[in-house]
């Protein structure tokens, strides 16, 4: 897959994500206060983001590894995005009402960048006496759509009715 078509479907998942959370949001806010309803809301929509990144964007595996960095994403989209306000608001006197959306537009190409970074980063050798990606219980080290580990009996997967 070309990577301009990884951007492609990065924007999508964007998109989607955005929607995801801002509906999240809503539900929420008839529960909790905005505050809370925001972090749960960004959590929630972070974790769909990183299972549709993984399968749909990259086509790769999602595992732990991969779950726990891809926060890395968010803080650099926050930091680019911050830092892109203060400029366009400070130095060049952009209106208030529209600098974010510029800088979210321009954070999006350095947001795919470690996104992908992220995701198509190999993991790592196996470690002593753990499974390698090659040995019949591959699963291991895998999440599953849920989030938890996949489960493989010694036997290998068809044992284990994958």
């Known amino acids: ?82 830092v892109g306000v203060y400029v366009l608001v400070d130095v060049l006197h952009f209106g208030s009402r529209y600098a974010p959306l510029i800088a979210a537009a321009g954070a999006i190409p350095i947001t795919f960048v470690v996104s992908r970074a992220i995701m198509l980063r190999p993991d790592p050798g196996p470690r002593k006496g753990a499974p390698s990606a090659e040995s019949p219980r591959e699963g291991a080290g895998h999440m599953t759509a849920a989030g938890a580990p996949a489960v493989t009996s010694p036997a290998g997967p068809a044992a284990s009715g994958r």
Do not use: C, D, E
Request: glycine fraction near 4%; aromatic fraction near 18%; charge should be positive.
């Open 1 to 82: 897959m070309t990577v301009r078509i990884q951007m492609v479907r990065f924007a999508l998942v964007g998109a989607a994500n955005t929607g995801t959370y801002y509906a999240f949001y809503l539900l929420l806010l008839t529960r909790l206060p905005y505050v809370a309803a925001h972090v749960v809301a960004s959590v929630l929509s972070m974790i769909g983001s990183f299972f549709l990144n993984s399968w749909f964007t990259y086509r790769t595996r999602p595992t732990w590894r991969k779950f726990l960095l891809f926060p890395l994403t968010n803080a650099a989209n926050f930091v680019i995005t911050t």
